[in-house]
């Protein structure tokens, strides 16, 4: 059983950057693989990026990839999304998420175990 925890989210100018947070309850959180979706209105959830268990894998979406960073500290129990340069098509609620299957790192929502409650960012223009 995880709980998940988001925070960072807000308003922001396009261009600008944000850092979003997930913390993680429980000491089995060094073996999941924690990814980040996010939906916005009217659409359905889209994957954004993941990072497997050790950290040495990240996987990201084509239209985030070169501007968000996935990372993570274990020893914190927290994963954390750097997003810069930050576009309106942004404007999500975003979502982290564990996968138990720590290793691999995938882009279904549909094999995630744990979700948080999400965190709203809103990229004006």
């Known amino acids: 059983q995880v709980q998940l925890v988001e925070s960072g989210g807000g308003l922001v100018q396009a261009g600008g950057s944000l850092r979003l947070s997930c913390a993680a309850s429980g000491r089995t959180f060094s073996t999941y693989a924690m990814g980040w979706f996010r939906q916005a209105p009217g659409k359905e959830r889209e994957f954004v990026a993941v990072i497997n268990w050790s950290g040495g894998s990240t996987r990201y979406a084509d239209s985030v990839k070169g501007r968000f960073t996935i990372s993570r500290d274990n020893a914190k129990n927290t994963v954390y999304l750097q997003m810069n340069s930050l576009k309106p098509e942004d404007t999500a609620v975003y979502y982290c998420?564990?996968?138990?299957?720590?290793?691999?790192?995938?882009?279904?929502?549909?094999?995630?175990?744990?979700w948080g409650q999400g965190t709203q960012v809103t990229v004006s223009s």
């Open positions: 998420a564990a996968d138990e299957t720590g290793w691999r790192t995938s882009q279904r929502a549909t094999v995630y175990d744990y």
